[in-house]
């Protein structure tokens, strides 16, 4: 018995599905309805087996990108927090740029010093070669019309003398010194007398000499400088009176005054450029001692 001829079997299989494929190609190009109609139900048969497929995957998709786009990601990230921070450093330089105008313009319009010249300094930091905490430095120096003695004030009140000056720098004695005396008159009573520093209280300057025990000395009272035969003109704001205290022996008074400038934040300064060889000498003309807030006065100033 012959075996049947398996090779020409296999052609003809293949013939058939060959002439098949391209009969269905030709129905799908024609747009043959029955064909489209089936392609139809098969997408909607696998669908849900396709969406089930993607949503088993896509962790695994994520982690794959995540594992090659790792670096990608850094850098971008990078490339933010350097934009944010530049964007912030942008608006700090602004807001302090924006201040120091501010308080440059206060500087330039201080009323209490009538018709004296002045010119506004930067505080540079400590005396160079100096440990004493009662000095500072400022950028401004014989150049600019200055010279030893000359007062120094900010809108707030007084806050020192020049005690050494060179040509683009000087030195600044702060009124909180112990060594540092000024002649300051009260605006009620309208005593006289000698104040000097508190040492390291800087809020607070000292009057012991020259108060009368019979004078009237109230709380709140304004403290200036007295001018006459005084290194510093008249009219320059002190501070406040926040106690007052019987002398040694019960001769005179102790007054204790807040003073209007804050030490320890001084970024401008204006240096009063007075002749002390000139004195103001007629209380008539002295100039008003510019007004200090209440505000200043916060607490009770200890001895």
């Known amino acids: 018995m012959a075996l049947p001829n398996r090779g020409g079997r296999t052609r003809y299989t293949l013939i058939v599905l060959v002439l098949s494929a391209v009969t269905l190609l030709t129905l799908d190009f024609r747009g043959f309805g029955p064909l489209e109609s089936a392609q139809t139900g098969l ?4 669908a849900p087996a396709q969406e089930g497929a993607s949503a088993l ?17 850094v850098a971008e990230n990078a490339r933010l927090a350097e934009e944010l921070a530049q964007i912030k450093g942008n608006t ?18 201080l009323e209490f010093l009538g018709d004296n010249e002045r010119v506004v300094a930067r505080v540079v930091g400590g005396a160079v070669g100096n440990f004493n905490s009662y000095t500072v430095d400022i950028d401004k120096g014989s150049a600019d019309g200055m010279a030893e003695g000359m007062p120094v004030v900010t809108g707030a009140g007084l806050v ?22 000024v002649a300051v008159k009260l605006s009620t009573s309208r005593d006289v007398g000698i104040g000097h520093g508190n040492g390291s209280d800087d809020r607070t300057l000292i009057i012991d000499s ?3 025990a019979e004078s009237v000395v109230s709380v709140g009272d304004t403290v200036s400088t007295a001018g006459g035969a005084s290194r510093f003109p008249a009219g320059l704001p002190i501070g406040l009176v926040t106690d007052v205290q019987a002398g040694e022996a019960a001769l005179g008074q102790r007054v204790i005054v807040n003073l209007g400038a804050n030490l320890d934040r001084l970024d401008f300064v204006t240096v009063v450029l007075y002749d002390p060889e000139a004195p103001d000498t007629d209380d008539a003309t002295d100039p008003p001692a510019a007004e200090i807030p209440p505000a200043t006065v916060t607490e009770e100033a200890g001895s």
């Open 210 to 212: 020259g108060i009368e």
């Open 160 to 181: 020192g003398q020049l005690v050494r000056v060179d040509r683009d720098r000087s030195t600044l004695q702060l009124v909180s010194d112990p060594d540092f005396n």
């Open 43 to 46: 997408r909607n048969i696998l």
């Open 92 to 109: 700090t330089a602004e807001a302090i740029a924006r201040a120091e105008l501010e308080e440059l313009a206060k500087q330039l319009d």
């Open 57 to 73: 995957f896509e962790p695994l998709t994520n982690v794959w990108k995540g594992a090659f786009d790792y670096d990608d990601v």
